[in-house]
């Protein structure tokens, strides 16, 4: 399976900043996902990350909260963006192979907005 | 609506126990299963698809009842590294978009 590197692994923001997680992959991938795992709750799924065009975001996610960039096959960013403490959560880069194939996770990033 | 429903446990155990997990799901279009395991502050990994006919693995056994529309893990002999969080995952086809995560069953083996 690929190697999925995420960074930074952990970060504790004032709330209003914002911080870029980068995710990368040893190999090109099609399909790119970025998860939300708040404490205590299952992974949400808050968008896909789509090469060359804008990411396709879930029910409860927008754009302007959490930006990505998809800028070539092996890398992407999620933005979270004027952070409050609602957004402490830790958040997954995931990767997976054809439709129905099962997932990979990058080792994610716990964020703690104070 | 999508739903995956597990028992959130904690189940403890003894070392060597056969622990059962079951999980359920309400859409009767789902296509595949997952189980995968958290630890603690860890990210989730894949431990075992579940197909149609049963698989087993090692110790780890998986089964799917489509008809009354859940999951099981089967963990056989239980080591104290078997202590985790045990997440049900569902895919109701199509893009990895419709993949549906359980809230986990938290496993603890005691010596």
């Known amino acids: 399976s690929a190697v999925i590197s995420q960074k930074p692994s952990r970060d504790i923001c004032q709330r209003g900043t914002s911080l870029t997680i980068q995710c990368q992959v040893d190999s090109q991938v099609t399909m790119m996902f970025w998860y939300r795992q708040q404490p205590g709750q299952s992974l949400t799924l808050i968008a896909t990350?789509?090469?060359?065009?804008?990411?396709?975001?879930e029910s409860g996610f927008v754009i302007d909260k959490f930006p990505i960039s998809r800028p070539n096959l092996t890398f992407s960013t999620l933005t979270v963006s004027n952070m409050s403490p609602e957004d402490s959560s830790i958040y997954l880069c995931?990767?997976?192979?054809?439709?129905?194939?099962?997932?990979?996770f990058g080792n994610g990033t716990r964020l703690t907005v104070t | 609506r999508k739903e995956v429903e597990q028992d959130p446990g904690p189940f403890n155990v003894p070392e060597g126990a056969t622990v059962a997990f079951n999980c359920t799901y309400s859409n009767s279009a789902s296509q595949s299963f997952f189980w995968y395991r958290q630890d603690c502050r860890k990210e989730p990994k894949l431990l075992m698809s579940v197909y149609s006919s049963g698989n087993e693995d090692g110790r780890f056994t998986a089964q799917l009842n489509r008809a009354s529309q859940y999951i099981s893990l089967l963990i056989r002999d239980s080591k104290l590294s078997d202590s985790a969080t045990y997440l049900c995952v569902v895919n109701y086809g199509g893009s990895q978009g419709n993949l549906i995560f359980g809230k986990g069953t938290k496993l603890s083996v005691k010596p």
């Open positions: 995931s990767v997976a192979g054809t439709a129905g194939s099962p997932l990979h």
């Open positions: 990350a789509n090469q060359g065009s804008e990411a396709t975001y």
